[in-house]
T-cell receptor, first 114, second 115 residues
Framework: AQSVTQLGSHVSVSEGALVLLRCNYS??????LFWYVQYPNQGLQLLLK??????LVKGINGFEAEFKKSETSFHLTKPSAHMSDAAEYFC????????????FGQGTELSVKP | ETGVTQTPRHLVMGMTNKKSLKCEQH?????MYWYKQSAKKPLELMFV???????ENNSVPSRFSPECPNSSHLFLHLHTLQPEDSALYLC??????????????FGPGTRLTVL
């Protein structure tokens, strides 16, 4: 069965520091991969997605993620954290040819210190 | 209204009550989803509708009953719930092209508390 693992349920960085949120997936066939962000009391908003085109995917708000098949990883990064980036981040995998079904990781809460 | 809306945003109900959650999408999509988000657990897919037909039901207890009268509206009817059903219930929609992975757009959720 497909699964998604997000390493670290909570990550804290200083404002201006690099943000790195880790995501690993298990799949025999490269799936489609997504990162979503959830701000307090809101639904999920798509940050970026990988659909077998370029392995480095750029998203909104300065975030990007790199698909590494050999490591089965899809880590999310941002060069310089802003206070407004504090939120919960979810990695999700959509297995190929399963009609858009999403399997989510447990989420990583990002805190940004001034 | 734009995007995906959900009402009510907050709901408190007793175990013997009957209530309904409503979701409406204004994106012209053909697929709609219900998810359950509990603390410290991954989002759980509950139901999927494509062109108003239920295509997935992930072993959800019968006290949750979905209804999709048209491609823009999705309901979740609740009855005789348990306290462990307290969670954030999220609705999402996507274009619904079979075999492709469409981006799912989420509503803000309904925070449900069962007393």
């Amino acid at each position: 069965a497909q699964s998604v693992t997000q390493l670290g349920s909570h990550v804290s960085v200083s404002e201006g520091a690099l943000v790195l949120l880790r995501c690993n997936y298990s799949s025999s066939v490269p799936p489609y991969l997504f990162w979503y962000v959830q701000y307090p009391n809101q639904g999920l908003q798509l940050l970026l997605k990988y659909t077998s085109a370029a392995t480095l995917v750029k998203g909104i708000n300065g975030f990007e993620a790199e698909f590494k098949k050999s490591e089965t990883s899809f880590h999310l990064t941002k060069p310089s954290a802003h206070m407004s980036d504090a939120a919960e981040y979810f990695c999700a995998v959509s297995p190929y040819n399963q009609g858009g079904k999403l399997i989510f990781g447990q989420g990583t809460e990002l805190s940004v210190k001034p | 209204e734009t995007g995906v809306t959900q009402t009510p945003r907050h709901l408190v109900m007793g175990m013997t009550n009957k209530k309904s959650l409503k979701c409406e999408q204004h994106l012209g999509h053909n697929a709609m989803y219900w998810y359950k988000q509990s603390a410290k657990k991954p989002l759980e897919l509950m139901f999927v509708y494509s062109l108003e037909e239920r295509v997935e039901n992930n072993s959800v207890p019968s006290r949750f009953s979905p209804e999709c009268p048209n491609s823009s509206h999705l309901f979740l009817h609740l009855h005789t719930l348990q306290p462990e059903d307290s969670a954030l219930y999220l609705c999402a929609s996507s274009q619904g092209s079979r075999g492709l992975t469409d981006t799912q757009y989420f509503g803000p959720g309904t925070r449900l508390t069962v007393l």
